[in-house]
Each structure stands twice: as structure tokens, then as C-alpha cells.
């Protein structure tokens, strides 16, 4: 059975900084691209960053480019999400999610077949 578990989450202050892990099983994480996602409350989930299968790009959101780094271990079936300089508007709900190699657009959050329960991220000024 496919399970995604995040963890890392928690409550910082503007400026510091968040690990995100997200750990698969049931699956062999080289045939899955994977990618993080966020919701706030009120706010539709938008895509925060992706690397595909064979890790040759990674791909983010313009709010966080220079700040956000992923990463992916493929042998451990781990995938990072690491977060500096954070800002309160950063506060969401963070999901791991996996798509096939390949398909579909890396912030299109209907083309991933797999997610994760989430994990809260809080950012205080």
C-alpha cells in the first residue's frame, strides 16, 4: 500500500528555517516524480516545488525561488523540503504528493496520484 508521510512541520519565526521530510513507502520512490504542495486556510493548494524522476531539474514557485531547496534521495525514498528565510505568508499546510514520471505539468496538483496528510508550517512576524 502507497503511504507519503511528511514531517518536519512546526511553528518558527520570520526568517528562520524548516526541514520538510516526506518519506514514501509501498512504492519504489525512482518512478515517481514528486513534489510539495501548500494550502492555507481560505486559499486553493498551489505548488511550492517538484523534481522529477532522475532529480535533472527542480522546479518552485516564484514566491519562494532563493529561499526553498528540494531534494530527493531515491535510495533512502525520501524527499526534502528545505526552507530559509521564511515569511509569515509562508504559513500553510505543506503536502508531499507523487506523480508518474513524466505526466502531466509539476504544479498541476490534479496530475498527482498520491499525497500525503499534510504537515503545518507556522511562521510568526
Known amino acids: 500500500q502507497v503511504h507519503l508521510v511528511e514531517s518536519g512541520g512546526g511553528s518558527v519565526q520570520a526568517g528562520g528555517s524548516l526541514r520538510l521530510s516526506c518519506v514514501a513507502t509501498g512504492f519504489d520512490l525512482a518512478t515517481k516524480s514528486m513534489g510539495w504542495f501548500r494550502q492555507a486556510p481560505g486559499k486553493v493548494r498551489e505548488g511550492v516545488s517538484a523534481i522529477p524522476c532522475g532529480g535533472y531539474a527542480k522546479y518552485y514557485h516564484n514566491s519562494v525561488k532563493g529561499r526553498f531547496t528540494i531534494s530527493r534521495d531515491d535510495a533512502e525514498n525520501t524527499v526534502w523540503l528545505q526552507m530559509d528565510s521564511l515569511k509569515p505568508e509562508d504559513t500553510a499546510t505543506y503536502y508531499c504528493?507523487?506523480?508518474?514520471?513524466?505526466?502531466?505539468?509539476?504544479?498541476?496538483?490534479?496530475?498527482?496520484?498520491?499525497w500525503g496528510q499534510g504537515t503545518q508550517v507556522t511562521v510568526s512576524s
Open positions: 504528493a507523487a506523480r508518474e514520471c513524466g505526466r502531466g505539468r509539476w504544479d498541476g496538483a490534479s496530475d498527482y496520484n498520491y
